[in-house]
């Protein structure tokens, strides 16, 4: 069964960074395309970056040019790198494949607020 574990989050105030990893069990991983998902306080969870297992990749528009996902195979590991956060980027952020999810995992807080 895989399992997902995500971490990095934390409170940033506008315009700070953060860098959050997600860790999955077993060899499965290497070929998904995988995404970050996250769900902000009374809304749906929305998938905001994809990842195809050779690391071509794709944004929801109100991410691009801020966040970057990232992989390694070898670990894998998968990376999601916020930059120039705002205060809408607030939510639980969670990994997870892009089509047939495995069960979700705990997610991590991404606080942005001065």
């Known amino acids: 069964q895989v399992q997902l574990a995500e971490s990095g989050g934390g409170l940033v105030p506008p315009g700070g960074s953060l860098r959050l990893s997600c860790a999955v069990s077993?060899?499965?991983?290497?070929?998904?395309?995988m995404g970050w998902y996250r769900q902000a306080p009374g809304k749906q969870r929305e998938l905001v970056a994809t990842i195809t297992p050779t690391s071509n990749t794709n944004y929801e528009d109100s991410v691009k040019g801020r966040f970057t996902i990232s992989r390694d195979n070898a670990k894998n590991t998968m990376y999601l790198q916020m930059n120039s956060l705002k205060p809408e980027d607030t939510a639980v952020y969670y990994c997870n494949a892009q089509v047939a999810t495995f069960d979700w995992g705990q997610g991590t807080q991404v606080t942005v607020s001065s």
């Open positions: 077993g060899n499965i991983f290497r070929i998904r395309t």
